[in-house]
């Protein structure tokens, strides 16, 4: 079975996260499948609006432990991008709409990628979390520029110093997603908006979507790039070798000593 599976109808690329059994944890290789498949869709003039989702239960568990305790991503080597760092610079300027349906856990860049999706739909039982000081680590994929713009700082600190879940509502109320529906009808909701955007000329969807994002592209990039070479070197430190270690072992993390 595969783990990122790409369909194109009716203009929509739909891509869906599918790695259940392991809650749809992000392993290296579904980075590479989606920076591809999105590259692929950006290109491809059939496809005019893209979806991103899980199933009802589950939208995702972030990266892969067991990928971050063995096969760690270093830094940020421009010439040779590790796949994450090829997945957030591709969503990041994606030129098209993307659409985004969201249930259950979307932990780490599970909640970190849907700041570059347009609309975000939400199941009521979505619960949103990022919490990379927890893992012994720091922000990614320039949320701490826009996680921060978007909610407010006082709230942004909540989110991303305590790194506890929140939940559909508070997530709508914070201005991360545009919706909250029942969870077995997001994915319904989000080929409906699709459908609608579809619909419309493709031309004014880019330039609108440029014009919106212009301002902040360069330092969205740059920041995701910092941001992963602190990530990098701090995947490496004992905080995080004993928060995944823990995690692996199912026991709480103890940071007495880090
Ligand atoms: N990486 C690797 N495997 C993961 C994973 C991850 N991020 N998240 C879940 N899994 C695996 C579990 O190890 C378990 O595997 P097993 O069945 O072989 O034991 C399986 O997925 C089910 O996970 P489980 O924890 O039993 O599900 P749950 O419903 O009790 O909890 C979560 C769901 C998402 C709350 C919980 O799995 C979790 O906190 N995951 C880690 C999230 C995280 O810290 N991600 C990194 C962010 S940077």
Redesign the pocket.
């Known amino acids: 079975m595969t783990d990122i599976l790409t369909q194109t109808e009716n203009g929509i690329c739909t891509i869906t996260l599918n790695r259940v059994?392991?809650?749809n944890?992000i392993t290296e290789a579904m980075y590479a499948a989606l920076a591809d498949a999105l590259a692929a869709a950006k290109d491809d003039t059939a496809v005019r609006v893209l979806v991103l989702q899980g199933d009802a239960k589950v939208f995702s568990?972030?990266?892969?432990?067991?990928d971050f305790l063995n096969a760690p991503p270093a830094g940020v080597d421009s010439t040779n991008p590790r796949p994450v760092f090829r997945f957030l610079h591709g969503i990041a300027a994606f030129p098209k709409p993307i659409v985004a349906a969201v249930c259950g856990?979307a932990?780490?860049?599970g909640t970190t990628m849907l700041l570059h999706c347009d609309l975000v739909i939400a199941g009521d039982n979505a619960a949103f979390s990022m919490?990379?000081v927890n893992?012994g680590?720091c922000p990614e994929a320039a949320s701490s520029l826009l996680v921060p713009r978007l909610m407010g700082y006082q709230r942004a600190a909540e989110a991303l110093l305590l790194g506890e879940p929140f939940m559909a509502e508070a997530a709508l109320e914070a201005g991360l997603v545009n919706r909250v529906v029942p969870p077995t009808e997001a994915n319904n909701v989000a080929q409906a908006w699709a459908t609608k955007l579809a619909a419309k000329p493709l031309t004014s969807l880019i330039e609108t979507k440029r014009l919106m994002k212009k301002h902040l592209a360069a330092t969205v990039a740059q920041t995701m790039d910092e941001e992963g070479l602190s990530f990098g070197r701090m995947l490496r430190e004992p905080a995080a070798r004993e928060a995944f270690g823990a995690?692996m072992e199912r026991r709480k993390p103890d940071f007495s000593k880090v």
Do not use: T
């Open positions: 059994d392991k809650k944890s568990a972030g990266n892969d432990i067991g856990p932990v780490g860049i919490p990379f893992l680590l995690f």
